[in-house]
Structure formats: C-alpha cells, structure tokens
C-alpha cells in the first residue's frame, strides 16, 4: 500500500467530514468567533443540614467556584451549585470537597442532581462572554438572593422540524426572558446536557433574580409559548433556593 502524501493528509484533515467540536459564535470582519472553552455545571442536593454555617466555613476554604442555597421545600436540606471548566474537577476538588468536613454527614439526594454544560448557537456577538463570564456572573451575583433550577426534555418531533420552524419557536420562548431580564426581575443560565442526566434530560435551566415571585411567573408565562405547550416532553423536578452563600465573583 502507497504511503500518504502530506497533501493528502491535509486534504483529509480539512474535509467536510471531519468533526469539529467547537462552539462557535457570531463572525466578526468574516471570520466566525471559535472555542473550546466552556463552562460546566453540577447542582446537588442533600438534607440532614443542621448548621449551614459549617458548610460555609468549608467552603469559604476552598478555592471552588460554588453558590450554597437553602432549599425552599426542606427546612434542613440545601443545594451547592458548583461550575468548572475542568469537568476531572467535578470528582477530584468536588469529591475531596463532599467526602470530607460537614458534607460527609449530610444526605444526598441524587435524584435531583443537575449538570450540564453552557453552548452556543452560532449567533452570540462574544462568544467567550456568552460562555464563561455571564453565566458565572449571574450564578455569582450577590444580588441574585433567589433561583429556581430545573430539567427539561423536548419530544423528538421537534428536532424534526425545519431549522427556521425551530428558530421561531425558541425565538418566541427568548422573547419572554429578555423582558424579564431587561426588567431586573430575572436572568437564566442555559446548559446543555445531552448524555450527562441520569433521567436523558437534555437540558438545564437556571432562573435567578432578586426575589422569588417573578422568578415563579416567568415559569409561568414560558407555559404559553409553543415550546412549552407543545413540543417540552417532560420538566422538573424543580428545585427553589435562596442564597445561603456565593464564592466572591472573580473575572
């Protein structure tokens, strides 16, 4: 067999074909915005929390980027949402963190753990932005005192639809957050989580503001979009914390 040339070798490493994994964001002077940095997320939930304050001192310890909430629907449970670009850092310095000091004797709740990865969808005009600061920005946010956190799955059907049917629906959807956003009352953290859910959840959101009651009616007038009503196979479980601690934001 005839050895490759190099000029075969870089037509086929430039071919269609060949899978490139990158976000990519909006072009600027023609030329696309490329990463391969993103950020991932984990929430997790345990209860048998008696002195919050005790998981608090762990972490204002450690150098881990987490916000501790109380969870709204158990008096003695709490969630630590903790982000990462590094995903070996979900059980390595996460692990370390969770088996050692005053987590060790909490209960975990795995059935509502969440994790997924921020993306993008081809239009962001900062893609670095829109990847890694303003999601850490918003988690971090010492304003931000309430979230509400859940999953979500859409039906496959809609993943059949022509990409300008898809980009109506989710426009309509946008539409409703920016409001609430450019309001003050709330701002959302989209992941991805595509083969990373236990339950093949395909996303997670994040709703955070200043007070909880908006927070509950964004979720509210989402129901009314086609997305929600008509293409979202499955939501939740939910999970409604006020901000217990946040690591102090560092960009």
């Not at 023609?30 to 993103?38: A, L, M, N, Y």
């Not at 962001?124 to 971090?140: D, I, Q, T, V, Y």
């Not at 003050?184 to 503001?209: K, M, P, S, W």
Request: glycine share 8%.
């Amino acid at each position: 067999m005839r050895p490759q040339s190099s000029t075969q070798t870089e037509k086929r490493a430039q071919s269609p074909d060949t899978l490139d994994l990158s976000e990519i964001g909006a072009s600027i002077d023609g030329t696309p915005q490329v990463s391969s940095r993103r950020l991932f997320v984990q929430l997790q939930m345990f209860d048998g929390c008696v002195q919050p304050q005790d998981l608090v001192a762990a972490l204002e310890g450690s150098d881990l980027e987490c916000v501790l909430y109380q969870d709204v629907h158990d008096s003695s449970g709490v969630g630590l949402l903790y982000m990462t670009e590094n995903p070996n850092d979900l059980v390595t310095e996460l692990g370390i963190l969770l088996r050692r000091g005053p987590f060790a004797s909490l209960r975990r709740k795995p059935e509502y753990t969440m994790i997924g990865r921020t993306y993008s969808s081809g239009r962001e005009p900062n893609l670095e932005e829109w990847l890694l600061r303003k999601p850490r920005r918003n988690m971090l946010n010492p304003e931000f005192s309430w979230a509400i956190w859940y999953p979500l799955r859409r039906k496959p059907e809609f993943y059949l639809l022509p990409r300008s049917d898809q980009g109506k629906i989710l426009g309509e959807h946008a539409m409703i957050g920016r409001a609430y956003a450019q309001a003050g009352y709330a701002q959302d953290i989209r992941l991805a989580c595509f083969g990373l859910d236990t339950h093949d959840n395909e996303f997670v959101i994040g709703l955070v503001g200043p007070d909880l009651y908006p927070l509950s009616r964004l979720v509210q007038d989402m129901r009314k979009t086609q997305q929600t009503a008509k293409y979202i196979d499955s939501l939740g479980p939910f999970f409604v914390g006020k901000v217990c601690w946040q690591k102090p934001l560092a960009l």
